[in-house]
């Protein structure tokens, strides 16, 4: 039986400024076991030991590898970067051996074990892949510290986890073992 608002569709319309949008709904119903399962694996991820992973920077179009956003404050040591790196990258830290569920530890809605069809549609299309930077919200991820080398190329950072892009995250990795990222 289902448990949803939403019955049987698979898309919800909502209207806006005259016109119809229709957003389509994927959902997943677990048992009681399968949930307490994944809960018990997201907090078990929290006592993991230290770990280092390196990105390589891919330079953006101005030239830049990366790119101070912003400091919290003056006092503060809390700094964003915005870099842009290869999606193999992110997929090849993921898949370990064994997969790194523990990127998701940060994550508010824990670790979604599943991934989206409609973006690993556009990692299969050669052309698509190209622009998936451009397709894709990124990823938005904290670490405990890392350290950027002195040319910009690249960072090895301690501790990342990934706050938001999940699904981003398990497709790219779906991707990569399907051969559809180099």
């Known amino acids: 039986a289902r448990a949803d608002l939403l019955g049987d569709r698979s898309e919800y319309e909502i209207f806006s400024e005259q016109r119809r949008i229709k957003i389509p709904v994927e959902y997943t119903i677990w048992d009681e076991d399968k949930l307490r399962e994944l809960y018990a694996g997201h907090l078990y991820a929290r006592g993991t030991r230290t770990e280092q992973s390196r990105l390589e920077f891919v330079q953006?179009?101005?030239?830049?590898?990366?790119?101070?956003?912003?400091?919290?404050?003056?006092?503060?040591?809390?700094?964003?970067?915005f870099c842009l790196v290869k999606a193999i990258e992110i997929a090849r830290i993921f898949a370990g051996p064994p997969k790194r569920w523990d990127l998701f530890v940060e994550n508010p809605r824990g670790p979604l074990h599943k991934y989206s069809e409609r973006i690993l549609k556009t990692l299969r299309n050669p052309e698509r892949r190209h622009f998936f930077h451009a397709l894709n919200n990124g990823l938005s991820m904290v670490c405990s510290g890392?350290?950027?080398?002195?040319?910009?190329?690249?960072?090895?950072?301690?501790?990342?986890?990934?706050?938001?892009g999940c699904q981003t995250t398990v497709t790219l990795e779906k991707a990569f073992s399907l051969g559809y990222l180099d």
């Open 146 to 164: 890392f350290v950027v080398e002195e040319d910009r190329s690249s960072a090895t950072i301690t501790n990342m986890r990934i706050v938001n």
């Open 60 to 81: 953006g179009d101005k030239g830049d590898r990366l790119i101070a956003v912003s400091q919290a404050s003056e006092n503060s040591s809390a700094i964003t970067y």
